[in-house]
Every structure is written in C-alpha cells, then in structure tokens.
C-alpha cells in the first residue's frame, strides 16, 4: 500500500531556498496530499545545511540542470536570471515548471514553445495578487483595459535597473513619487524583482504590451499596494491587495503561501477556484 502511494505521488523540487523556497520546502516536508519534496537545487549548500538536516525527509541537493530528472514539478523561486536555466531541463524532459519571477518569462517566452513540443507545461501561480481567476474568465470574452497602479516601500524598489540607470535617489523621499509608467513589457525590464504581479495580471488578460502599470516609490505606505481596473465586455472590477513583505523586502508572504496553495490543488480531492 505504501509502495503504491509513494508511485503516484507527484516529486516536487525547489530550484532556491530564499524567503520563498524555504516555505514551500518546508510545507511540502510537512506534508501536501500526494506530493513529496523530492530535491532542491541551492548555490551555496553549506549555508542552507541547518534547514536542510531540520526536514523529516531531507531531499537530494542537485545541481538545477538535474532537477527535472528528480521530480515531476520544478518550482523556480530563484533570481529571474536564473530562470532560463532553471525550467529549459524540466519542460525539455516533460515535466513541470512552476514559475514565480514571471517577469523572466518574458525574454524567455521561447520555452513555452519548448515546453509544448516536449509535452510539458509551465504554471505561474497568483502570487501577489488577487482574482486573477476572474481576468482568465473575463479574457474568454472581450477585455477592453486593464490597468495597475503598484505602490511600494522604499526598501522594495532599491536596486531596480530603472532607477540605477535614471540615477533617481529614492532614498530621502518625504512623498510618493512615481517612477514609472507604461506597459507591463517595459515595467519587467525596469524592475525586474517588483513587477511580476503586473507580468502575471497581463498574460492571464490582455497581454504584456497593452497591460498599463504605474509604479510609484513611497515613503508613506509599509505594504507592497496593488490597485488594478478592469474593463471587459462581462464585467467591470477592481481589485486592491496590500501585502505584508517578507524577510526579502522586495517579496510579500503571500507569493510563497500562493505557491503552496497552487501545489495542494496539484491532487485535491476538491478544488475551488478555476
């Protein structure tokens, strides 16, 4: 009977052990109706070894080209770099990539190609974001506009190519200030470790060009703020989620807890939500 069971669990591997990793590794350890932790991929192994030995069943360390190899379903939560390196092996051997830096995707939108010659698949989960379920309805139909307005600490934007290269000193901001505005497309480029809420909303709607985002730096707000309107042919909404940011100042709690909810749904019994 154990025999049986442990066939027809869905392997799961983690590709990084960051503030996001580290949740869902540790949820599937503690158990995820008919899926196991399988391996991890980690660039520096000594560093996550107290975690590691602390699991009830600790999984191999492999390199990220080998994950696909040890698992069903890979989970990138790495620096979007890495992304290419991390879900070209699992796709191209017919497995599953769960993606979280969507952003990434973007400039590797080539591997969904790969993925579908290979019979594999690539899942983005909401992550930061609220009714993404209602967008993939509403682009059944007809939808008109979308249009997101992200606020964020200070803390979260630091680093981001965009304000790196207009040299914008953010750091002694008495008030918001807009940074940015344009498609989700151009957002991606800009900050790559801030928008993927925006990368994901647009390829559940109406695509990464004509998705419109403004993103503002300010100094008055403690949460990551996303605002998005829709206009669609069914329906008219609007969705506004604060999120409470993790250890990584630049990730709210909630994307790991997303992927976590995406990963139980794998074998549900009973799944809400389409």
């Not at 979007?80 to 092996?89: A, F, K, M, N």
């Not at 606020?151 to 207009?166: C, H």
């Not at 709210?252 to 909810?261: D, H, W």
């Not at 749904?265 to 809400?272: E, F, I, W």
Request: proline share 5%.
């Amino acid at each position: 009977m154990t025999d049986q069971r442990s066939k027809s669990e869905l392997r799961v591997a983690v590709a990084g052990l960051g503030s996001i990793g580290t949740k869902i590794a540790t949820a599937l350890d503690q158990g995820i109706e008919g899926l196991s932790l399988s391996a991890v991929a980690v660039r520096d192994p000594a560093k996550h070894q107290t975690f590691l030995s602390g699991l009830r069943r600790p999984p191999q360390i492999l390199p990220i080209e080998q994950l696909g190899e040890a698992a069903d379903m890979v989970v990138e939560c790495a620096p979007s770099h890495h992304l290419r390196s991390i879900v070209e092996p699992a796709v191209k051997r017919g497995k599953a990539a769960v993606v979280v830096s969507v952003g990434g995707l973007l400039d590797n939108f080539d591997l969904v190609d790969l993925a579908r010659a290979n019979g594999g698949r690539i899942i983005v989960p909401t992550g930061a974001l609220i009714g993404l379920d209602a967008v993939n309805a509403a682009a059944v139909g007809t939808i008109h506009s979308v249009k997101m307005v992200t606020r964020k600490p200070i803390d979260g934007l630091k680093g981001a190519p965009f304000i790196v290269a207009n040299n914008i000193d953010i750091d002694n901001l008495r008030e918001p200030l807009k940074l940015f505005e344009g498609s989700a497309r151009e957002a991606a480029k800009g900050f790559p470790a801030n928008v993927n809420v925006a990368v994901a909303l647009s390829l559940a709607g109406i695509g990464p060009d004509r998705t419109q985002i403004q993103v503002w730096a300010d100094p008055t707000v403690t949460r990551n703020v996303h605002r998005i309107e829709i206009e669609a042919d069914s329906a008219r909404f609007s969705m506004a989620i604060e999120n409470i940011p993790s250890e990584n100042p630049k990730t709210g709690i909630i994307t790991a807890l997303s992927v976590i909810a995406l990963l139980r749904k794998q074998r549900a019994t009973l799944c809400v939500g389409t």
